[in-house]
C-alpha cells in the first residue's frame, strides 16, 4: 500500500537556503561563537535581581490552597499557562495523529521473553503507586501533575515492551482518557466563572480540592499524550 | 564562583552549540537533537537566573515556565519526529541536501 | 542568603558542568544518529542532576522522566522507523534516486 502513495520519481526537496552554500560551516561556527559571546557579557552584567516576584509569591502561599511554591505558582497563579500546555499537549496529539493517518501501518507485536512480563509483574504496580504518591505529595513538596503523568506515561510504554500489548490506532477510551486534562480544567475554569466572575480564580476555602481534581485529570490526560505520541513515532 | 553563574555560562554554552548544530548540520534528526540541547541550555539560563535571586528559596515562577517548557518540548519533538518520518515515506530522504554522510 | 560554597561543591559543580558540556559536544558532533540519541539521553540525566544542585527538585523529577528519558525514547523510536523505511524501500525510492543521479551525471 506504501508504493501506492509513493510517486514514481522521488519528488526533490525544497531546498533549504543554504544548500550548496560552501562556507556555512566556519560561517554558523563564527556567528555561534558571537552569539556566545554577547550572551555572556549580557549575563555577566545583569543586575543583582530586587526580588519582587519570589516576595509575592511567598506572602500570598497561604492563600493559594497549597504548601508548594511552584505547584502555586503552576496550578493557581499562572493557572491559565498551564491549561493552555495540556491543550498544546493535546493538539500535539491531534497533530501527530493526523501526520500518519494515511500511513495505514500497525504496531508490531513482539514476542516477549516470560522474564521480562514477570518483571513488569513486579514493576508496574510499584510505579503506579509512586506516581500516586508522587501527585499528592506535590501540595507540600516537590511533585505534582507533570511528574506523576510522565511516570505513568513511561510505565505503559514499558509495559507495552515487556509484555507484547499493542494498543489499537484509535478507541473511544483512550480519545476520553486523551481529553480528561483539558475537559476538566475548562469545567474548573467555566465553574470558578459562573460562580465568581474570573475565570479559573478559585474560591479560597476550595482552593486545594479544586488544584488537586485538575491535577489528576492532567496526570492521566499527560500519561496517555505521551504514550500515545511514543506509539506515533514508533509505528512502521 | 557562585553556582548559578557557572550554571548560567553552561546554559549560554550549550544554547551556541545547539543554534550551531541546528544551522550547520544537514540531517533533520540531527537538527532535531541539537534543537533540544538548545532548548535545554535555555532552561539552565533561566534556572541559574532564578537561583541568584539571593531569597532563601529560589524564585518559582521561572521553575513553573521551566516545567512547562518541558513538556512543550517533549511535545514538539515528538511532533517534528512524526513529520520526519513521514517525510522520509513520501520521499526517501531524510535530510535538507542529499548528502547521506554529513 | 546562601553562604559561600564550600571547595568540594564548587569541584562537583564544575566536574558537572564539565560532563554536560561534553556530552552537548558529542551530542552535536556525533555522526552516527544512534549513538547520538544515546548521548542525548545520558546528557539529560545529568542536566536532571544540575536541576537538583539549583534547587529545582521538582524540575528534576520532570526532567529525568520527560527531558532524558521520554525525549531519548522518542528519539530512538523514530530511529528505528527510519531504518525500516529504509529498508523496505531500498528497491524503489532510493535505486530511482540514484539512476536519476547517474542519468544527470552522464548528461
Same mark, same amino acid.
Given at each position: 500500500? +506504501? ?20 562556507? +556555512? ?62 491543550? @498544546? ?12 493517518? &494515511?500511513?495505514?501501518?500497525? +504496531? ?41 503523568? &510522565? ?5 505503559? =510504554? ?54 488537586? @481534581? ?6 492521566? &490526560? =499527560? ?14 | ?19 550551531? $548544530?541546528?544551522?550547520?548540520? $544537514? ?22 537566573? !532564578? ?44 535530510? !535538507? ?6 | ?34 549513538? %547520538? ?26 526532567? %529525568? ?11 530512538? %523510536? ?12 531500498? *528497491?524503489?525510492?532510493? %535505486? ?5 543521479? *547517474? ?5
Amino acid at each position: 500500500m +506504501l508504493t501506492e502513495i509513493k510517486p514514481k520519481r522521488a519528488p526533490s526537496l525544497p531546498e533549504s537556503p543554504a544548500a550548496g552554500f560552501p562556507f +556555512l560551516r566556519p560561517a554558523a561556527a563564527v556567528s555561534a561563537l558571537l552569539l556566545f559571546g554577547v550572551l555572556w557579557e549580557a549575563f555577566r552584567v545583569l543586575p543583582t535581581p530586587r526580588a519582587s516576584l519570589p516576595n509575592l509569591v511567598r506572602e500570598t502561599l497561604p492563600l493559594s490552597g497549597v504548601a508548594n511554591p511552584v505547584t502555586a505558582v503552576i496550578l493557581n497563579f499562572r493557572s491559565y499557562d498551564t491549561l493552555i500546555e495540556i491543550a @498544546v499537549l493535546l493538539l500535539t496529539v491531534i497533530g501527530a495523529r493526523a501526520a500518519t493517518a &494515511s500511513a495505514g501501518a500497525r +504496531l508490531s507485536r513482539s514476542v516477549p521473553e516470560p522474564f521480562l512480563a514477570a518483571f513488569f509483574r513486579l514493576l508496574g504496580p510499584l510505579i503506579i503507586v509512586i506516581a500516586g504518591y508522587l501527585l499528592w505529595i506535590g501540595k507540600h513538596a516537590p511533585g505534582g501533575a507533570f511528574q506523576a503523568g &510522565s511516570l505513568l506515561g513511561s510505565a505503559a =510504554i514499558l509495559g507495552m515492551f515487556c509484555t507484547g500489548w499493542a494498543p489499537p490506532a484509535e478507541s473511544g477510551c483512550q480519545a476520553a482518557v486523551l481529553c480528561l486534562g483539558t475537559i476538566l480544567f475548562c469545567a474548573v475554569g467555566m465553574g470558578t466563572y459562573l460562580a465568581e466572575p474570573n475565570f479559573l480564580h478559585y474560591p479560597i476555602p476550595w482552593a486545594g480540592t479544586l488544584i488537586l @481534581v485538575i491535577e489528576t485529570g492532567c496526570t492521566l &490526560s =499527560i500519561a496517555a499524550a505521551l504514550f500515545v505520541l511514543f506509539t506515533i513515532c514508533r509505528r512502521t | 564562583m557562585e553556582p548559578s553563574d557557572l550554571y548560567g555560562s553552561v546554559g549560554i554554552a550549550l544554547f551556541a552549540l545547539g543554534i550551531y $548544530g541546528a544551522t550547520a548540520l $544537514g540531517q533533520f534528526m540531527r537538527q532535531v537533537l541539537a534543537l533540544n540541547v538548545a532548548g535545554t541550555g535555555v532552561f539552565m539560563f533561566l534556572i541559574a537566573i !532564578a537561583h541568584r535571586a539571593g531569597t532563601p528559596v529560589p524564585d518559582p515562577v521561572p521553575h513553573a515556565m521551566v516545567l512547562t517548557g518541558i513538556v512543550v518540548a517533549v511535545s514538539a519533538t515528538a511532533f517534528i519526529l512524526v513529520l520526519i518520518g513521514r517525510l522520509r515515506d513520501l520521499s526517501g530522504s531524510s535530510s !535538507a541536501q542529499d548528502d547521506r554522510d554529513d | 542568603m546562601v553562604d559561600s560554597p564550600s571547595f568540594w561543591s564548587t569541584a562537583f559543580d564544575g566536574l558537572l558542568c564539565l560532563m554536560i558540556l561534553l556530552l552537548g559536544w558529542r551530542v552535536v558532533f556525533t555522526t552516527d544518529l544512534f549513538r %547520538a540519541a544515546l548521548t542525548f539521553f545520558v546528557f539529560g540525566l545529568l542536566v536532571s542532576l544540575a536541576w537538583v544542585r539549583l534547587q529545582a527538585v521538582d524540575l528534576a523529577l520532570a526532567e %529525568a522522566a520527560i527531558g532524558a528519558g521520554l525525549t531519548g525514547a522518542l528519539f530512538l %523510536a523514530a530511529l528505528s522507523r527510519l531504518r525500516r523505511s529504509s529498508m523496505r524501500g531500498n *528497491g524503489s525510492a532510493s %535505486a530511482e534516486r540514484d539512476s536519476a543521479e *547517474g542519468e544527470s551525471e552522464k548528461c
